[in-house]
């Protein structure tokens, strides 16, 4: 392909972008204007764009995204995977924090971990995978009730909130005062709430449709992750928006791209001596504590 032809695609994919990033159909004029194209030049490539079906001109001669665009990412959606987008980001958190990292979904009422990289340091916490915990009692369980859909959490209100320690909420009025802080917070926190001496932060994964589809966290003692918790949490939600993102979700796409875990500069692991290590994808660990 001659520069030509790379330029006129980079010019055409630039215009696409512009459309899809706008809520009504936009002229030619607008389009040039805001690409600093010659106004026959982006004619061209919309008559281009047209023909292919990837954009359709309204009545007053103004364009807007078509629906082949809409079948061509269907069908990329159709392939995207939550584990397949978030391991390698996982990764690189717990290279970043040394503590054990989670992604876990919703399951009736209750945390399901469908993947885990354990942490580096000796002393860590305990998880299995396919393991289930509760809603109330962990960070990831607080932050799907603190951002799913009041409809979908219904089986939690029903039922008793059970006491595992001292720490664990158990009224719906503690429950209902916690959720909101964790969004006006944009994660969750949690510690000694289901088991003694362990603590975790957890942050919301979303889908290209805005839903919630996962949480991701890391999880370690309590005295570990209270030291470093305005730290943790900020690598944890830059690190669920980097998994959104790669899910398709508009919100994270506008995040500032490739500004994620390997800029961010908020946490190092004590156990690392800032050393970068080779992450272990572990499906059984050798934990020493219990979360």
Partial sequence: ???????????????????????????????????????????????????????????????????????????????????????????????????????????????VYIEKVDGSNPVRVHSTLGGRAPAHATASGLAFLAFRKPEDITEVWKKDLSRFTERTITTTSQLERRLEEIRRQGYAFSTGAWHPGSAGVAAPIRAYTGSLVAVLSVAGPSERIEARLPGLAALVRTAAQEISRALGHPAAQRRTPGRGLRASNAVTSPAMGGRRRTSNTRRAGLPRRRR
């Fill in 1 to 111: 392909m001659g520069r030509e032809s790379v330029q006129s695609l980079e010019r055409a994919l630039a215009i696409l972008a512009l459309l899809c990033d706008r809520d009504q159909p936009t002229g030619v004029t607008e389009l040039a204007g805001r690409l600093q194209l010659a106004k026959s030049t982006v004619h061209r490539l919309l008559s281009t764009l047209e023909r292919a079906g990837v954009v359709a001109r309204t009545a007053d001669a103004a364009y807007r995204p078509g629906l082949k665009l809409w079948e061509i990412g269907c069908a990329a959606v159709r392939g995207l995977n939550v584990r397949d987008a978030a391991l390698p980001v996982m990764e690189r958190l717990m290279r970043r924090t040394g503590e054990t990292v989670h992604l876990s979904v919703w399951d009736q009422g209750e945390v």
